[in-house]
């Protein structure tokens, strides 16, 4: 059987940013994203943090939200700017990190926020944020634990890296924060790996217009580094902004692009194989493509046909009464056509807007996975967007764990 190669990008439906990929027990890896909302005002709109789910790289699920700003009861009153996460695990908890502003003054009052819940993919409750860390554009939280359980986090932007050693709590500061020497033109986006001993940093510089993917290496994890060069090509974004993980055997790094959207402020996730080489180094790696994959809808799915959709004024489609089953996690699939090659409409379930759902081939599945009420009581709403799209159907699927 030939080798099936991951598609860039391949989170489609939405557009999602600044990966960060974990694999604990090695069966399942997570991707903790940022969500660029639809339509685009900038990176101050960013909210929603989604997680997605793959056995296997190729076939991924899309978990379904797990915090927004207005879950944050410390954090800017205006809401947005969540930026570029992380997730952690320890002693049967998950710890989710994530930049937020604590005032309207956002990029004065940066703080690290924190998180948990006894799933990788859902129960998240906020549970404060560090305290000692953050001020003026330091963001991009990373968190790495050491082979001896040592847990040490990561800070950076505006051209200044930080690392700090955590305590067992994994949300106070032992000691530090320090500054991370040695870093060449360092602009943000800090990842830190252990391999054969050695320990890497990689990170976005400053090259213009669009940023390289930068790493060091060290003995010790939190420097000195010694700078080792470029190793990813520009993707045709502004920033690429990854992560890397080792999953069954093989290292993969995760970073964004905007191929499908065209714009910045819309960009999506992309995947790629790492190599590296005898001596320890990373070899130089390039965006590879593919096309759009399609998804088979389980065959527990509760379809509704378009005959059965009320149609609005506006040139969208209402759902009324969806059942949800049992109550929680959801996906709804959207069987369509459409002549244009970036199609979308605005999903709206229970009155809550959840930006636009993407329809990008002729025909196909998109998706979105979301949270139902028990029972006939929903009401799914696919509202007037871009481009004329034919809705052959809507299907909602349910979670085994949650129904």
């Not at 960060?20 to 997570?30: F, M």
């Not at 994994?170 to 020497?181: L, N």
């Not at 949800?324 to 199609?343: F, H, N, P, Q």
């Not at 025909?363 to 029972?375: C, E, I, N, Q, S």
Request: glycine share 12%.
């Amino acid at each position: 059987m030939a080798e099936q190669i991951p598609r860039n990008p391949f989170i489609e439906s939405i557009y999602a940013a600044d990966p960060s990929a974990r694999s604990w027990d090695g069966e399942k890896i997570y991707l903790y994203a940022s969500h660029d909302i639809d339509p685009p005002r900038g990176c101050d709109l960013m909210d929603r943090y989604h997680v997605f789910s793959s056995a296997d790289m190729v076939n991924w699920v899309d978990e379904g939200e797990i915090l927004c700003s207005g879950d944050v009861k410390w954090g800017r009153p205006e809401g947005g700017f969540m930026w570029a996460p992380d997730c952690a695990y320890r002693d049967g908890l998950y710890y989710f990190y994530y930049p937020h502003p604590s005032g309207s003054s956002w990029n004065d009052t940066w703080k690290i926020g924190v998180a948990t819940s006894r799933y990788p993919n859902k129960g998240f409750t906020d549970r404060g944020y560090i305290k000692g860390l953050g001020g003026f554009a330091l963001i991009d939280p990373c968190v790495f634990t050491d082979d001896d359980g040592q847990a040490y986090i990561y800070i950076g932007g505006g051209s200044r890296a930080q690392g700090a050693k955590l305590c067992a709590d994994m949300m106070t500061v032992w000691e530090g924060p320090f500054e991370m020497e040695g870093l060449l033109d360092y602009h943000e986006a800090t990842w830190v790996f252990k391999r054969n001993g050695v320990y890497y940093l990689t990170y976005s510089d400053n090259t213009q217009p669009y940023n390289l993917m930068r790493y060091a290496v060290s003995n010790s994890p939190l420097g000195p580094w010694t700078h080792r060069g470029a190793y990813m090509e520009p993707v045709g974004c502004e920033t690429s902004h990854g992560s890397v993980a080792e999953f069954k055997g093989q290292w993969y790094q995760f970073y964004h692009c905007q191929d499908i959207s065209g714009q910045g402020t819309l960009r999506s996730v992309c995947v790629d194989k790492l190599f590296f080489g005898d001596d320890g180094s990373i070899l130089p790696m390039k965006q590879t493509r593919g096309g759009i994959r399609s998804f088979s809808i389980p065959d527990n799915a509760v379809t509704y046909p378009a005959s059965s959709l009320e149609r609005m004024d506006c040139g969208g489609f209402i759902l009324r009464n969806a059942d949800g089953g049992k109550g929680g996690r959801a996906t709804i699939w959207v069987r369509y056509a459409t002549d244009e090659r970036l199609a979308k409409l605005r999903l709206t379930v229970n009155g809550k807007d959840l930006s636009y759902i993407n329809f990008l081939a002729p025909d196909g599945a998109a998706r979105l996975t979301v949270t139902l009420k028990p029972g006939a009581e929903n009401e799914i709403i696919l509202s007037g967007g871009i481009g004329a799209v034919d809705i052959r159907d809507v299907a909602v699927s349910y979670f085994e764990d949650d129904n």
